[in-house]
């Protein structure tokens, strides 16, 4: 039986509390030693009759650490009777800080707790909660190297961070009323706010129906009541945009079908926005005009504190930044940019080191993947060499691998938006000086005018690394499996290998050698991007008939508008070939007057969704193609079908157009589930592998894995990450990273 050693952990250490966690198991075992942060990972001395007992409660760790190794040394080191929590140490770089974290139920107690220390203090947070990555500036993870490290602790919280009996015993972010970060409420032109209670003066101000900017953890939100969700659009000229909202957590089921499963997603640590199906589909239509809305309990001291003044119970809690732009985050750039949009801010002296925006998730997979679940730190294998995928354009992240980790960060938005792609350089930036990286190959989109791309040429050229390119719907086969399987892509767009818009594709193989087998036949779109936010010249791209013309001249398009439509699609000016999913989606959105314009991002998708939500599906007849090796399923003759049906449709019959939109989904979710299991029969693949933005869609999703289940194969799907594009830096990093094992 060992007494005694030196012991190394690796992992998810850092953040978590593992420092007091081991003191208080060293402690309860009579165990005499030491415990020191060195870089990334702990080092314990350790001595004493029950050592064997120890070992096993630290190899365990406390409960929001990840232990990836425990090592054991013999030591020869004098090891003092006693235990002794050390300063911290320089030291590797294998580890990785934690997510911030909700509040914990014990701090909530504390906040509420008469005369207790922490009574309405809004910062309240102990070893178990609160902010982690967005404060952390490097590692090791002490006060010092936070942005905690600008308030000096005051007697009473030095006494508490330095108790081994104390939930705050080394816990960083520990502050009260006395010496912590401070709230402020302003007006719209700057001007302070005088008020003995800046939270109670708040929630007065929202159940007058005032709006407001608030500054959470990772950056501003926009906050107001549901009376006042139209103004609030209005202002910001995002009429159609749904909202998420935060929700009392007493009335949450009220508003909203919660599963077992959402219920303890919604509690847990991340409390992240979580898409749920409305009990009322019709209500609360001023928030969302979805079958959906995004609810989220308060995961803030703030939060509890601000709910517990506030009359309403719900608040409209929307980012600030503009959709697909970075969270604003400083004061005075939140004042410059929403005084037109808010009528006062509330905002803190807590510096944010690292932005992060509200995870948000459905069905239990992820759509964004930020606060609360990112940096995301998985094991893969990918070799020896350090390797950073720079992501797509649109709902991009970053994600760097080193000495068998991928991390990627939390969510950055499109980088068409040169203040996006700087967020994501800021982004990359840190990361790196966390994980001490040193890139040795830089992953990218194939696309070779994204801005994203350009950034991978210039940081490529400028440090003397390798580019490896990477096909969109191949980075999101990779992300969601390496091994041999049929994989799915159903989404927007893609750059494809023939230069043209994919965004069906199935592919048989093994990562990196993905070979394309099937997709839906390509349409036009006409004027490219221009059919992307008018769906009615989407329509017309899938049918070029005389049918479509009279469809919408009927409904306000005049003939020279009419004529350019189709010389553009007889004579491919401006016209780009797609296979997108989505765009067909748009373009029965479009067919069945659901939406003529898009504007926001998946809307014409999102509601035919929400309108087949309604609808009872029928099945109708699919045309498979060949096309030299690959098969095709026509979207046109889909599109005939649904259009011959909209032909028996009466004015006004809803029913009718939500049964069309019900059997469109289903008939395409079908005919692509049947050409995946072909392609896996014909080529003796075992697992067919979903993903892509489409597949959050629950009836086509949900269809697909009935269909290929029912043919013998499994369907799998990343979990830990978007099935939409914010898997792709990682699946980038995976299909990169096995390039280079492949080569001899």
Same mark, same amino acid.
């Given at each position: 039986m060992q007494k005694s050693g030196r012991i190394t952990v690796r992992g998810i250490v850092q953040g978590v509390g593992f420092r007091p966690f081991v003191y208080t198991r060293a402690t309860a075992l009579n165990i005499s030693g030491t415990v020191k942060n060195l870089g990334s990972e702990v080092e314990i001395f350790a001595r004493g009759e029950n050592f064997d007992e120890f070992l096993a409660e630290v190899s365990r760790g406390p409960a929001i650490s990840r232990i990836d190794s425990v090592e054991v040394f013999a030591t020869d080191r004098e090891i003092q009777d006693g235990f002794v929590i050390l300063k911290s140490g320089t030291g590797s770089f294998s580890g990785m800080i934690p997510p911030d974290i909700a509040i914990c139920d014990e701090c909530i107690e504390d906040i509420f707790k008469k005369g207790g220390r922490y009574e309405n203090y809004w910062a309240t947070s102990c070893v178990n909660c609160g902010p982690r990555y967005s404060i952390?500036?490097?590692?090791?993870?002490?006060?010092?190297?936070?942005?905690?490290?600008?308030?000096?602790?005051?007697?009473?919280?030095?006494?508490?961070?330095?108790?081994?009996?104390?939930?705050?015993?080394?816990?960083?972010?520990?502050?009260?009323?006395?010496?912590?970060?401070?709230?402020?409420?302003?007006?719209?032109?700057?001007?302070?706010?005088?008020?003995?209670?800046?939270?109670?003066?708040?929630?007065?101000?929202?159940?007058?129906?005032?709006?407001?900017?608030?500054?959470?953890?990772?950056?501003?939100?926009?906050?107001?009541?549901?009376?006042?969700?139209?103004?609030?659009?209005?202002?910001?000229?995002?009429?159609?945009?749904?909202?998420?909202?935060?929700?009392?957590?007493?009335?949450?089921?009220?508003?909203?079908?919660?599963?077992?499963?959402?219920?303890?997603?919604?509690?847990?640590?991340?409390?992240?926005?979580?898409?749920?199906?409305?009990?009322?589909?019709?209500?609360?239509?001023?928030?969302?005009?979805?079958?959906?809305?995004?609810?989220?309990?308060?995961?803030?001291?703030?939060?509890?504190?601000l709910f517990s003044f506030l009359k309403h119970p719900l608040l409209i809690m929307t980012s600030a930044n503009?959709?697909?732009?970075?969270?604003?985050?400083?004061?005075?750039?939140?004042?410059?940019?929403?005084?037109?949009?808010?009528?006062?801010?509330?905002?803190?002296?807590?510096?944010?080191?690292?932005?992060?925006? /509200?995870? %948000?998730?459905? &069905?239990?997979?992820?759509?964004? #993947? +930020?606060?609360?679940? *990112?940096?995301?730190?998985?094991?893969?294998?990918?070799?020896?060499?350090?390797?950073?995928?720079?992501?797509?354009?649109?709902?991009?992240?970053?994600?760097?691998?080193?000495?068998?980790?991928?991390?990627?960060?939390?969510?950055?938005?499109?980088?068409?938006?040169?203040?996006?792609?700087?967020?994501?350089?800021?982004?990359?930036?840190?990361?790196?000086?966390?994980?001490?990286?040193?890139? /040795?190959? %830089?992953?990218? &989109?194939?696309?070779?005018?994204? #801005? +994203?791309?350009?950034? *991978?040429?210039?940081?490529?050229?400028?440090?003397?690394?390798?580019?490896?390119?990477?096909?969109?719907?191949?980075?999101?086969?990779?992300?969601?499996?390496?091994?041999?399987?049929?994989?799915?892509?159903?989404?927007?767009?893609?750059?494809?290998?023939?230069?043209?818009?994919?965004?069906?594709?199935?592919?048989?193989?093994?990562?990196?050698?993905?070979?394309?087998?099937?997709?839906?036949?390509?349409?036009?779109?006409?004027?490219?991007?221009?059919?992307?936010?008018?769906?009615?010249?989407?329509?017309?791209?899938?049918?070029?008939?005389e049918r479509v013309i009279a469809l919408l001249a009927g409904r306000g398009w005049g003939d020279v508008e009419l004529g350019v439509l189709g010389k553009q699609v007889v004579r491919g000016f401006n016209v780009t070939q797609t296979t997108s999913t989505g765009r067909l989606l748009d373009a029965v959105s479009a067919l069945l007057g659901i939406c003529r314009e898009r504007t926001y991002d998946g809307e014409p998708a999102m509601k035919l969704e929400s309108a087949a939500a309604g609808g009872m599906a029928e099945t109708w007849d699919l045309t498979i193609t060949r096309d030299g090796d690959h098969e095709m399923l026509s979207g046109r003759a889909l599109m005939e079908t649904a259009f011959d049906h909209m032909d028996d449709v009466g004015a006004g019959d809803r029913q009718a157009i939500r049964d069309i939109a019900a059997s469109f989904q289903y008939n395409l979710a079908r005919g692509i589930a049947h050409m995946a299991a072909g392609a896996a029969e014909r080529d003796g693949m075992k697992t067919i592998a979903l993903s892509g933005g489409v597949a959050y869609n629950h009836a086509i999703r949900e269809t697909i894995r009935r269909e290929v289940i029912a043919r013998g194969f499994p369907c799998i799907s990343n979990t830990s990450y978007p099935l939409g594009d914010g898997c792709v830096s990682f699946g980038q990093c995976a299909y990169a990273g096995k390039v280079l094992q492949d080569r001899p």
């Open positions: 952390i500036r490097e590692i090791p993870y002490d006060r010092e190297r936070t942005s905690m490290s600008e308030f000096l602790l005051c007697p009473a919280c030095a006494g508490e961070y330095g108790n081994p009996h104390s939930r705050r015993h080394h816990a960083q972010t520990i502050a009260c009323d006395t010496c912590g970060p401070e709230l402020t409420l302003y007006d719209k032109t700057g001007r302070k706010v005088n008020c003995p209670d800046p939270v109670r003066e708040a929630a007065a101000m929202l159940d007058a129906g005032r709006i407001l900017a608030m500054r959470g953890i990772g950056g501003f939100h926009l906050a107001c009541t549901e009376e006042s969700a139209g103004e609030l659009k209005k202002r910001l000229g995002r009429t159609e945009q749904p909202f998420a909202i935060m929700v009392r957590p007493d009335q949450i089921d009220q508003l909203a079908r919660v599963t077992p499963d959402d219920r303890r997603l919604l509690e847990g640590p991340v409390h992240p926005i979580l898409v749920l199906e409305k009990r009322d589909h019709t209500a609360h239509a001023g928030i969302s005009n979805l079958h959906t809305i995004g609810c989220m309990l308060p995961y803030t001291g703030l939060h509890h504190l503009m959709p697909g732009y970075p969270m604003i985050t400083e004061i005075d750039h939140a004042m410059a940019k929403l005084h037109n949009s808010v009528d006062f801010f509330l905002s803190h002296n807590r510096p944010i080191v690292n932005r992060c925006d /509200d995870s %948000v998730m459905r &069905d239990g997979l992820i759509i964004r #993947l +930020s606060r609360g679940i *990112a940096p995301r730190r998985t094991a893969i294998s990918l070799g020896d060499r350090c390797i950073l995928a720079v992501g797509p354009e649109l709902n991009a992240n970053a994600t760097i691998y080193k000495n068998g980790f991928a991390v990627t960060s939390p969510h950055v938005g499109n980088v068409r938006n040169p203040a996006t792609l700087e967020y994501l350089e800021e982004t990359i930036r840190n990361l790196q000086r966390v994980l001490g990286a040193k890139f /040795d190959v %830089v992953a990218h &989109d194939l696309h070779p005018q994204f #801005l +994203s791309t350009r950034f *991978a040429r210039e940081i490529a050229s400028d440090h003397g690394l390798e580019l490896i390119p990477v096909q969109h719907h191949r980075a999101h086969i990779a992300a969601a499996t390496t091994e041999p399987c049929i994989g799915i892509a159903i989404d927007g767009v893609g750059y494809g290998d023939d230069g043209t818009v994919w965004g069906s594709e199935i592919f048989s193989g093994q990562v990196p050698d993905l070979r394309r087998v099937a997709h839906l036949e390509p349409v036009a779109m006409p004027g490219g991007d221009l059919a992307t936010r008018f769906p009615e010249r989407m329509l017309y791209g899938v049918l070029p008939d």
